[in-house]
């Protein structure tokens, strides 16, 4: 038997554990299956199911040109508030707590 034989039958087990609801080692004895083997087989192919790890840190934000200097705030569900500048930055502030 491959590795890729021992690999789907093992996970046709532990589909079939899962679905019955059983612990391993019930499922094992009920089914006459070596508990080691379930062990092993389930770890393992928990390994290659699971996603690689995030890794922290930071990300490059590069900033792009504005094509005036007016500031536009988008908001979810489509609203826009556009107009705001250096010279009245304290209302786009109080719009903000109020949001």
């Given at each position: 038997m491959s590795?890729?034989?021992?690999q789907?039958?093992w996970?046709?087990q532990?589909?079939?554990c899962?679905?019955?609801?059983?612990?391993?080692?019930a499922?094992c004895k009920?089914?006459?299956?070596?508990?080691?083997?379930?062990?092993?087989?389930?770890a393992?192919l928990?390994?290659t199911d699971?996603?690689?790890?995030?890794?922290g840190?930071?990300?490059?934000v590069?900033p792009?040109p504005l094509?005036?200097?007016k500031l536009?705030?988008?908001?979810?569900g489509?609203?826009?508030?556009?107009g705001?500048d250096?010279?009245n930055?304290?209302?786009l502030?109080?719009?903000?707590?109020q949001?």
């Amino acid at each position: 038997m491959s590795d890729q034989d021992y690999q789907q039958y093992w996970l046709q087990q532990i589909d079939q554990c899962q679905a019955e609801g059983l612990s391993g080692a019930a499922f094992c004895k009920l089914h006459q299956i070596s508990y080691h083997k379930f062990v092993y087989w389930r770890a393992k192919l928990r390994e290659t199911d699971s996603p690689p790890p995030v890794v922290g840190g930071f990300i490059k934000v590069v900033p792009t040109p504005l094509s005036s200097s007016k500031l536009t705030l988008l908001l979810p569900g489509g609203l826009s508030l556009t107009g705001f500048d250096a010279g009245n930055i304290g209302l786009l502030a109080a719009v903000l707590r109020q949001l």
